[in-house]
Antibody, heavy 122, light 106 residues
């Protein structure tokens, strides 16, 4: 069955960097868009970034544009999120999720990992 | 950006009860609406897509309905494992989520 599990979270000071990883199994990884979604403490869910199966298309939420970079390695069945210039407001649980696409934009997220906590604090 | 709202914010209910959760969009999203169940420390779980289509393995006690701007998720007879937070999400455009409804045991 589909399995996703994030790693790489932790405590980082403002302005610092962190790289999240999400190995995937149970499906043909390269056939699917993938995404990062986050949930700040006491807040709702917010999509952060999407990437197409071939990596030819990526998109970012305005809140992270220019600071975060999504990537994938289809040979390793893994999704990544490079987070630079981190701010306190980036503190959240970060989830990787498989995305279903109906047209030119993502639809919904059919499988998720359990999440990894990123804390940005001095 | 389409804004999603959910009501109530929280609900205290007893096992066996029938409950209906509401989700509203700030403009029409047709039937491009998904529902998720989220338990603390676990991966969110897709319940419903296209407003009313149950995801694989989701029990029949979960049902979704609605179109346009008004949607509902109904759980016909609450089981102990159903106590969680429920989120709606539209995908008529770049997706946004509602703030969630927390189901608590009475």
């Amino acid at each position: 069955q589909v399995h996703l599990e994030e790693s790489g979270g932790g405590l980082v000071t403002p302005g610092g960097s962190l790289r999240l990883s999400c190995p995937a199994s149970g499906f043909t990884f390269s056939d699917y868009y993938m995404s990062w979604v986050r949930q700040a403490p006491g807040k709702g869910l917010e999509w952060v970034s999407f990437i197409s199966g071939s990596s030819s298309f990526t998109k970012y939420a305005d809140s992270v544009k220019g600071r975060f970079t999504i990537s994938r390695d289809n040979a390793k069945n893994s999704l990544y999120l490079q987070m630079d210039s981190l701010r306190a407001e980036d503190t959240a649980v970060y989830y990787c999720a498989r995305v279903l696409i109906g047209g030119m934009i993502p639809d919904y997220f059919d499988y998720w990992g359990p999440g990894t906590l990123v804390t940005v604090s001095s | 950006e389409i804004v999603m709202t959910q009501s109530p914010a929280s609900l205290s209910v007893s096992p066996g009860e029938r409950i209906t959760l509401s989700c509203r969009a700030s403009q029409s999203v047709n039937t491009y609406l998904a529902w998720y169940q989220h338990k603390p420390g676990q991966a969110p779980r897709l319940l419903i897509s296209n407003a009313s289509t149950r995801a694989t393995g989701v029990p029949a006690r979960f049902s979704g309905s609605g179109s346009g701007t008004e949607f509902t998720l109904t759980i016909s007879s609450l089981q102990s494992e159903d106590f969680a937070i429920y989120y709606c999400q539209h995908y008529n455009d770049w997706p946004t989520f509602g703030p969630g409804t927390k189901l608590e045991i009475k």
